[in-house]
């Protein structure tokens, strides 16, 4: 059974901290991807992530994904106040399977 | 193009009454995904389709929900007997390939009184 976790859970920081929010699995995915949330929307892509080892940039947002692809991990540099949301990893084990979502990590910069 | 779009946004209604909740995809692509989301959760899975053929249904979902994808277009998710505990917000989202990458709705968010 596919399984996505996510931590930490919560994250309340400071303007300008840098964070590390962390997806892994204990299976192997074909790809994976990050979305970004706020409330009473729907998600939001902002990368995938396909070969294991890759990293991939987005401004202040550092993406990799794991050598084994099982494992992902965000990066942001100099959290401002506009990052809140929720942060969620998402992927399917190949392409013809479902997608399945972590629970999130909830983030808070405050000014 | 103008994104997924889902309606109706809010829905309020009592127990034991069936709501029934539409999305249209982005049209050109063929999958189309629902979904459930508690506040604070990540959405979880209920169903899928590629084209009109539905690939996979939650286990958890139990007989109370359907959904259908007829012509592989705009698909629709009822729910019969509404309980309290349907009360969330159900997300559709669709993709155009198989990379996994998903355009969601804005959502419809159910309470059920």
């Known amino acids: 059974t596919q399984l996505l976790e996510q931590s930490p859970q919560f994250l309340s920081i400071q303007e300008g901290e840098n964070l590390t929010v962390y997806c892994n699995s204990s299976?192997?995915?074909?790809?994976l991807q990050w979305y970004r949330q706020e409330p009473g929307e729907g998600p939001v892509l902002l990368v995938t992530v396909v070969t294991g080892g890759e990293v991939k940039k987005l401004k202040r947002l550092t993406f990799q994904f794991g050598d084994a692809r099982k494992d992902s991990s965000l990066h942001i540099t100099a959290a401002q106040p506009g990052d809140t949301g929720l942060y969620l990893c998402a992927g399917a084990e190949t392409s013809y399977d479902k997608v399945i979502f972590g629970p999130g990590t909830s983030l808070s910069v405050i000014p | 193009d103008t994104g997924v779009s889902q309606n109706p946004r809010h829905k309020i209604t009592k127990r034991g009454q069936n709501v029934t909740f539409r999305c249209d995809p982005i049209?050109?692509?063929?999958?189309l995904y629902w979904y459930r989301q508690t506040l604070g959760q990540g959405p979880e899975f209920l169903t899928y389709f590629q084209n009109e053929a539905q690939l996979e249904k939650s286990r958890l979902l139990s007989d109370r929900f359907s959904a259908e994808r007829p012509k592989g277009s705009f698909s629709t998710l009822e729910i019969q007997r509404t309980e309290q505990g349907d009360s969330a917000m159900y997300l559709c989202?669709?993709?155009?390939?198989?990379?996994?990458?998903?355009?969601f709705g804005e959502g419809s968010r159910l309470t059920v009184l």
């Open positions: 049209s050109e692509h063929n999958r």
């Open positions: 299976s192997v995915f074909s790809s």
């Open positions: 989202a669709s993709s155009g390939d198989y990379t996994g990458e998903l355009f």
